[in-house]
T-cell receptor, first 111, second 115 residues
Framework: SQQGEEDPQALSIQEGENATMNCSYK?????LQWYRQNSGRGLVHLIL?????REKHSGRLRVTLDTSKKSSSLLITASRAADTASYFC???????????FGGGTRVLVKP | SAVISQKPSRDICQRGTSLTIQCQVD?????MFWYRQQPGQSLTLIAT?????????ESGFVIDKFPISRPNLTFSTLTVSNMSPEDSSIYLC????????????FGPGTRLTVL
């Protein structure tokens, strides 16, 4: 069964707007990773945040982690049509780091 | 990041047959993972493959259906046996690289359609 849930399941925005998606999980984690998937292809690693971190930035991406609420958010600022994809969060535990994925958010950025 | 390749990239197979998917990494890694993504769904871990030991399977997946080989530190195969249309999915391998950093990279996936 999946560790986490993501919301919204789908998001449609205009180019230039910000996109925010949330991920909740159920058990304690070592790290949380965000991925992008275009049209059923392979996953592109976006960012990893560890359980002792609260916020990380990478280019137009901002990730937060609240371990007390067991939740994370991914913010994409100034979105572009090329950001159209499915975004997945995945949690890793300390042992072996096998990942458990959330259900994903489908993002459509309209030009 | 590690460069991961998978073969084949896609295949269409008849029910009852088997398909072996290859995963090649350009660096030596201890652990490799195999995931399944059913149509319109998220990813589910099938098994963890360590070099030199038997693969560890997740609940709901068994070795007879998904035998895995891990002959060295850069290569692994996943076989989907006695296929049925329900096996139609994208199969992805992944690795932790660099080791002990927890960052996990994925291959491009193998899109399997079973008729």
């Amino acid at each position: 069964s999946q560790q986490g849930e993501e919301d919204p399941q789908a998001l449609s925005i205009q180019e230039g707007e910000n996109a925010t998606m949330n991920c909740s999980y159920k058990t304690s984690i070592n790290n949380l990773q965000w991925y992008r998937q275009n049209s059923g292809r392979g996953l592109v690693h976006l960012i990893l945040i560890r359980s002792n971190e609260r916020e990380k930035h990478s280019g137009r991406l901002r990730v937060t982690l609240d371990t007390s609420k067991k939740s994370s958010s991914l913010l994409i600022t100034a979105s572009r049509a090329a950001d159209t994809a499915s975004y997945f969060c995945a949690t890793g535990k300390a042992a072996g780091n096998k990942l458990t994925f959330g259900g994903g958010t489908r993002v459509l950025v309209k030009p | 990041s590690a460069v991961i390749s998978q073969k084949p990239s896609r295949d269409i197979c008849q029910r009852g047959t088997s398909l072996t998917i290859q995963c090649q990494v350009d660096s030596q890694v201890t652990m490799m993972f195999w995931y399944r993504q059913q149509p319109g769904q998220s990813l589910t871990l099938i098994a963890t493959a360590n070099q030199g030991s038997e693969a560890t399977y997740e609940s709901g997946f068994v070795i007879d259906k998904f035998p895995i080989s891990r002959p060295n530190l850069t290569f692994s195969t996943l076989t989907v046996s006695n296929m049925s249309p329900e096996d139609s999915s994208i199969y992805l391998c992944s690795v932790d690289y660099p080791q002990s950093t927890d960052t996990q990279y994925f291959g491009p996936g193998t899109r399997l359609t079973v008729l």
